[in-house]
C-alpha cells in the first residue's frame, strides 16, 4: 500500500510536535500468525508483546495518551479459544500491570463495556482504575479498548444523558460538543490527534466514531506484530507533516 514513505526514509520526528493522543487498531495479528503456520492465538500472543514495546515506547518520547482496540464488540463472532486467548492476554497484562504501573507511572482505562467481561478480569481492571486515580493525571496513559464499540460508546452515552434529563439535572437544549464528550468512555481525554491502522486494511471498524473527527489518519501494511519504533516514527512524521485546518483555510 503507497503511504507518504513509499519507496523513501522518513524525516525525524519533531519531539516539540507532538500529538497528544495517538489511537491504533492493532491489526494483524491472525494473518502474522497464519504465515508462519501458528496458530491465530500466536499472533495475539507476539500483538500482545507489541503493544507492551510500543507503550513503552510513546511514554518514553512523550506522548501522554496511546488509545489501543483490544477487543470489539463484533470480536464475540470469533472461535471460544481465539475469544479466550485474548482475555487471557489481557489478564496476564492486567496483573503484570498491577505490579507495575505504580512504579512506572503509567496510568490505565479501559473503554467499552465491562458488563459481558468475566468477573475475574473486570475485578483487575477495577483494581488498575484505583491504582490510576492515585497517579498524577500528567502522567502516560494507555486505554485499552475491550468489548468497545464506537456505536455502542455513542449509544450508552445517550442512554446516560437522557437519563440524566428525565431526572431534571440536565436540559436538552444545552447539550453541546463538549458537554457529549463527556458522557463517552474517553470523558476528559483529548480526542487523537492521530490513528493508525496497520495490516493494509482501510477502514476505520467501529473505532472511535465520535472522536475521530478531525484524526489523522496513518495506514501501513505492516502487520501489527511486526509493528515496531520506526513505523511509529514514520507515522508521526507523517502526522506533522500534514497541513491541519480544521475546516477553515490558511
Ligand atoms: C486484530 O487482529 C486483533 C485483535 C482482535 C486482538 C488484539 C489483542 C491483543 C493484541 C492481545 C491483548 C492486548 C493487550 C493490550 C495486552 P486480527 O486477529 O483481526 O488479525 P487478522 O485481520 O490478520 O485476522
Not at 507511572?105 to 458488563?115: A, E, H, N, V
Not at 490510576?132 to 442512554?159: K, M, P, S, W
Request: with cysteine.
Amino acid at each position: 500500500m503507497a503511504n507518504e514513505f513509499s519507496g523513501k526514509q522518513a524525516g525525524q520526528v519533531d519531539k516539540s510536535r507532538l500529538p497528544r493522543h495517538i489511537a491504533i487498531i492493532m491489526d494483524g495479528n491472525g494473518r502474522w500468525a497464519t504465515r508462519r503456520g501458528l496458530p491465530r492465538t500466536a499472533g495475539h500472543k507476539a500483538g500482545a508483546e507489541t503493544f507492551r514495546k510500543i507503550a513503552t515506547y510513546c511514554k518514553d518520547l512523550g506522548i501522554q495518551y496511546l488509545t489501543v482496540y483490544a477487543f470489539s464488540t463484533e470480536n464475540w463472532k470469533r472461535s471460544e479459544t481465539e475469544v479466550g486467548a485474548i482475555m487471557t492476554l489481557l489478564k496476564k497484562y492486567l496483573l503484570e500491570a498491577i505490579d507495575s504501573m505504580e512504579r512506572d507511572s503509567i496510568r490505565l482505562k479501559f473503554f467499552g463495556d465491562m458488563t459481558p467481561i468475566s468477573p475475574e478480569l473486570r475485578a483487575l481492571a477495577h483494581e488498575t482504575d484505583e491504582i490510576t486515580e492515585h497517579l498524577d493525571r500528567r502522567d502516560f496513559q494507555a486505554n485499552i479498548c475491550l468489548n468497545y464499540g464506537g456505536r455502542d460508546e455513542i449509544l450508552r452515552a445517550v442512554r446516560r444523558f437522557a437519563a440524566d434529563c428525565a431526572a431534571g439535572t440536565r436540559k436538552p437544549e444545552k447539550l453541546d460538543d463538549v458537554a457529549f464528550s463527556g458522557y463517552l468512555d474517553s470523558a476528559g481525554i483529548p480526542d487523537p490527534e492521530l490513528i493508525i491502522r496497520p495490516s493494509g486494511e482501510l477502514r476505520l471498524s467501529n473505532f472511535l466514531l465520535w472522536q475521530c473527527a478531525y484524526s489523522e489518519f496513518y495506514f501501513t501494511d505492516a502487520l501489527w506484530p511486526d509493528f515496531d519504533e520506526a513505523e511509529i516514527d514514520r507515522a508521526i512524521v507523517a502526522y506533522q507533516n500534514r497541513d491541519r485546518r480544521f475546516g477553515g483555510v490558511k
